[in-house]
Nanobody
Framework: QVQLVESGGGLVQPGGSLRVSCVVS????????MGWYRQAPGKQRELVAIITSGGITSYADSVKGRFAISRDNAENTVNLQMNSLKSEDTAVYYC??????????????WGQGTQVTVSS
């Protein structure tokens, strides 16, 4: 069993900052990429940021320069620091992890999501 538990969502004013975190737990043999996706009402889920096990990062163009992803390999956590937030960043943010388990070399896992609302 693998669990991804997000925390840190909430309501913030435009221009403000918010940090969301995700802890991955369970019987894990190998952790590969970790990241964050988001889904706004009426829109498809989109990639926000991703980080490899070696620390290489990639961001959606819409968040470059404003968001920063980081991970702690020892703790199996991934964080997303969001600065200069805009109303269009409002969405449910989902934690993502690609990992390997005994008998399952590589598979994708998702958290339940945490709501981020940017509004005055």
């Amino acid at each position: 069993q693998v669990q991804l538990v997000e925390s840190g969502g909430g309501l913030v004013q435009p221009g403000g900052s918010l940090r969301v975190s995700c802890v991955v737990s369970g019987t894990i043999r190998s952790m590969y990429a970790m990241g964050w996706y988001r889904q706004a009402p009426g829109k498809q889920r989109e990639l926000v940021a991703i980080i490899t096990s070696g620390g290489i990062t990639s961001y959606a163009d819409s968040v470059k320069g404003r968001f920063a992803i980081s991970r702690d390999n020892a703790e199996n956590t991934v964080n997303l620091q969001m600065n200069s937030l805009k109303s269009e960043d409002t969405a449910v943010y989902y934690c993502y992890a690609r990992l390997g388990r005994l008998g399952i070399p590589r598979d994708d896992y998702w958290g339940q999501g945490t709501q981020v609302t940017v509004s005055s």
